[in-house]
């Protein structure tokens, strides 16, 4: 359906826009992953890198992209068993997505560990490239050991590797929100064992399904940072991280999209991304500072953005800084492709776009298993 004024994403829009919105914001800032600011400015001017037409040589897409097909493969795995009538580990279905994905990587599974069954995604070969993994993500499966909560693998990692795949979660319906909660906190364990990786994920998990069931971008926010600070075990970097994001954006709506925070400013309040809660703070900053309606004064108030600038503006913020930009840009990505739905995705971004019919295909596969 089309996001206009009055209408609302159909669930397959949303599904479709999530995976490949952050697709889009992790390939535009996986060409920039590395580079500190001063450098982005250099190659592509005082604007930073804004558009793919800037990127001659190609755009690809990361291990964030190639992690989130798994997720989405796993949990796909767990329904069409459910499905069928016959209940599924779905913690365990996730683990042995990713200890396919680990295969792809070059990284030997140990003799302990289960052999998973080859399943569609295992044959796309752009999935097999070595996209700069996670160090976490990539040491925590080749233990063989199912990471928990309680038996945690990499206990002090807290890298983004949690959140950057995670979205999918909140892409399931008809499912409580603590559960949405839970099962992405459970599958960031099987990686990271700190407590601010998993509550990180599940924070990020819980944004995601909030939009999908119908709340705006200020509201989900807001619930999601009352969840946190709700929750004794929350760790303080969370809290003070997710708070800072929300307050500095509503900071920016207020005078809108010139008052965003420089990348200067914007690593120094919210840090560079490669941790866990610094990724999802950055990403939904980007996404919450740039939602300035087209009329009217108020973000989400009298008039509402142009969903496809509004992505092109976010993303922009989210990349262009001297920190993990593809991380960042993804979880931008992901959050605005779940609100608009397909609408917002830039039609000659999409044509830049490496392998989509992979995430087209692996979209299809969540919306034929969650519908009905």
Not at 36 to 46: K, L, M, S
Request: charged letters at 20%; a negative charge; proline letters at 6%.
């Amino acid at each position: 359906m089309s996001n206009v004024p009055g209408t609302v994403p159909s669930p397959e829009s949303r599904i479709h826009g999530c995976l490949l919105g952050g697709a889009l914001g992790d390939s535009l800032g996986y060409a920039v992953e590395f580079d500190p600011i001063d450098e982005i400015r250099r190659r592509f001017g005082a604007a930073g890198l804004r558009d793919f037409s800037a990127l001659d040589g190609g755009a690809h897409f990361s291990d964030d992209t190639q992690m989130t097909l798994y997720t989405v493969d796993g949990i796909v795995e767990a329904l069409e068993w459910a499905n069928s009538g016959v209940g599924a580990d779905a913690n365990a279905c996730v683990w042995l997505a990713y200890l396919r994905w680990l295969d792809t990587q070059g990284v030997p599974v140990p003799e302990s560990a289960p052999r998973p069954q080859s399943r569609w995604i295992d044959g796309q070969e752009v999935l097999r490239h070595r996209r700069a993994p996670g160090n976490a993500c990539l040491s925590g499966l080749a233990t063989g050991e199912m990471g928990t909560i309680f038996r945690p693998v990499n206990p002090d990692s807290k890298g983004c590797g949690t959140v950057m795949r995670s979205a999918p979660f909140g892409l399931v319906p008809h499912i409580p929100a603590e559960s949405v909660y839970k099962l992405s906190a459970d599958a960031a364990s099987l990686t990271h064992g700190h407590p601010s990786a998993r509550q990180s994920a599940g924070a990020f998990s819980l944004l995601i399904y909030f939009l999908v069931q119908g709340s705006g971008l200020a509201e989900a926010a807001q619930a999601v940072l009352a969840r946190v600070l709700d929750d004794n075990e929350a760790a303080p970097e969370l809290r003070e991280r997710l708070g800072a994001a929300v307050r500095l954006a509503g900071e920016a709506g207020q005078t809108g999209a010139a008052s965003v925070l420089s990348p200067e400013d914007l690593v120094r309040e919210l840090g560079e991304g490669w941790v866990a809660e610094e990724a999802l703070a950055v990403g939904l900053y980007a996404v919450l500072a740039t939602a300035v309606p087209v009329h009217g004064d108020r973000a989400e108030g009298d008039g509402a953005p142009d969903p496809v600038e509004h992505f092109k503006a976010a993303i922009a913020v989210a990349i262009n800084h001297s920190g993990d930009s593809d991380s960042t840009g993804s979880i931008a990505g992901n959050i605005l492709g779940a609100y608009y739905g397909t609408d917002c995705l830039p039609a000659d971004w999409l044509e830049a776009l490496e392998a989509p019919e992979v995430i087209r295909g692996m979209a299809g596969q969540l919306v034929a298993v969650t519908s009905g």
